[in-house]
């Protein structure tokens, strides 16, 4: 039976004199105690061919290997019977163990370097590692910014709140964070701003202020010995803040050196937010466009989803330079398109052979023209395809047609319409009024001829009464005669 074993160094083939051994599985690291139990024996004339010609067929002899995967591919691609079993791992951890003493002509230093050359090889294999492409670099340079400015942040309102209590005053005076720390390194106590040249950190203005502010501060008394635990509290903000200017610029010429049309869509901070949340260049050219535009709000989304409720519209691309400078109604939008345009730039920077930012410009100058659009209009301009053309003609009234409108031929002033209604209003109420009256007298004509003889009645008596009214009705006026049957009888019953 042959063994291919594998090293650092390279492939071997080992030929098994007595494959009895094998079936005493418990017993077989006996026979690799010594290097030369291991090594006993000759060397057989089918190793030889097998070393020199490298053709299996001619061993004629199985192959005892440690992947039974690797044994799959040897039998179909050279037609020879392979072995694994337990037996061939405990006779593969045997050869590891005396393989110095196996292979002769290479010594244990080579061995070894050669074993560290391996693993680094496999190790990067495994971690996917390009030299070409190192997103790995931007992945940490963001992570450690962030984490920086979070540190900075509360070491300053600790430094602010820690001096505040010897001179609150500076703190309302001195807004920019860097050049309160500064300050205070170079003041000390307070007593010292009087004599103190301050013209490097601040300007004039806010120097005299500061000087005016010291002499009339309420803040309490502190040791020497406080001071110098601020001033040290200082000297680390300040150190921070350096370092972080330079990450930043680091972080900056790596994202125009791996993806530089996405540095030029999105900015420097988003495109690395942007690697390191989907893990690298190669997986986020993978999103698509729908997906890149809500990277980072997958909470938020899952949250609507589970409520039946409106989806996000941008997660960390809305802090884009583009989205930010949009009104409110035009930001999803906007980041739409800003989604779309970069996940073309980043598939053609992570695939592409070309480094330059070509693509990237132009995708940025047609959005900006797009933004200026719908900042102008603020309606979305109508696609030229003939089914947008269609669906938007449905909708529209073509039965509309336009009149010459005269009214801008006169130069006189026109009279507004609700003054009119005012006017018309106003006599028609006049008129009102006549007209009762009118109607009033014709109707109590006829009753005004009849109430004198009501009250004669009253006066004279009885007997006069018939002659009174035959002399009345003999005596009327023609116009009364019109008056009808039923108008006499009410007035007579009245």
């Known amino acids: ?38 090594n006993k024996g000759k060397l057989g004339k089918s190793l030889k061919k097998v070393l020199k010609k490298v053709v299996a067929k001619e061993a004629h ?83 450690l910014l962030d984490d920086l400015d979070k540190e900075l942040n509360n070491y300053i309102m600790r430094c602010r709140e820690w001096y505040g209590w010897h001179f609150p005053e500076l703190g309302k005076i001195i807004t920019d964070n860097l050049a309160y720390c500064k300050s205070v390194r170079k003041i000390g106590d307070r007593t ?34 406080d001071i110098a635990n601020i001033m040290h509290l200082c000297d680390q903000v300040i150190d ?24 030029v869509m999105v900015g420097e901070l988003v ?16 999103h698509p466009a729908s997906t890149v535009q809500i990277l980072g709000a997958e909470k938020a989304l899952f949250r609507a989803l589970k409520t039946r409720r409106d989806t996000p519209k941008y997660g960390l ?37 070309d480094t330059n930012a070509e693509m990237g410009v132009e995708n940025r100058a047609k959005l900006e023209a797009r933004l200026r659009y719908l900042e102008e ?37 026109t009279v507004s319409k609700k003054r009119k209604i005012e006017e018309v209003e106003e006599g028609e109420e006049e008129e009102k009024p006549v007209e009762a009256k009118a109607k009033k007298v014709k109707r109590e004509s006829p009753t005004e001829g009849k109430h ?13 009464k018939k002659k009174e009214k035959k002399a009345e009705e003999e005596s009327k006026p023609e116009e009364e005669t019109a008056i009808s049957p039923a108008e006499e009888v009410r007035g007579v019953e009245r």
């Open 1 to 38: 039976m042959l063994v291919l074993f594998e090293t650092a160094a390279g492939y071997a083939i080992f030929k098994v004199l007595d494959e009895q051994k094998l079936q005493q599985v418990d017993s077989l690291w006996k026979e690799f105690e010594t290097p030369e139990k291991a």
């Open 61 to 143: 002899e199985q192959l005892a290997i440690t992947d039974a995967k690797l044994g799959g591919v040897i039998k179909e691609k050279l037609n020879l019977s392979c072995v694994h079993s337990p037996a061939v791992a405990e006779l593969m951890r045997g050869i590891r163990n005396q393989m110095e003493g196996l292979i002769t002509g290479l010594p244990a230093r080579e061995i070894s370097a050669m074993s560290l050359g391996l693993a680094h090889s496999l190790s990067r294999y495994k971690l996917k590692f390009s030299p070409d492409k190192v997103d790995t670099m931007i992945v940490q340079a963001i992570s």
């Open 192 to 225: 010292n701003v009087a004599s103190m040249d301050l013209s490097d950190i601040l300007p004039e203005e806010i120097e005299a202020e500061v000087k005016l502010a010291a002499e009339i501060s309420m803040g309490t008394e502190v040791s020497e010995e």
């Open 240 to 263: 921070i803040s350096e370092y972080r200017s330079q990450l930043y610029d680091y972080l900056k010429n790596r994202m125009m050196a791996i993806a530089p049309n996405l540095t």
């Open 271 to 286: 495109g690395a937010r942007l690697i390191s949340h989907a893990g690298s260049l190669l997986n986020l050219a993978k």
């Open 317 to 353: 691309i809305y802090h884009a330079s583009l989205v930010g400078q949009t009104t409110a109604k035009n930001k999803g939008k906007i980041s739409r398109m800003l989604a779309a345009k970069s996940a073309l730039a980043i598939r053609y920077d992570a695939l592409g052979e």
């Open 377 to 413: 209009k603020g309606i979305r301009r109508i696609s030229g395809s003939g089914k947008a053309l269609a669906r938007a003609d449905k909708y529209q009234h073509k039965s509309d047609v336009k009149v010459y409108d005269p009214s801008g031929d006169s130069t006189l002033p």
């Open 452 to 464: 004198p003889y009501r009250e004669a009645e009253t006066e004279t008596p009885k007997k006069k």
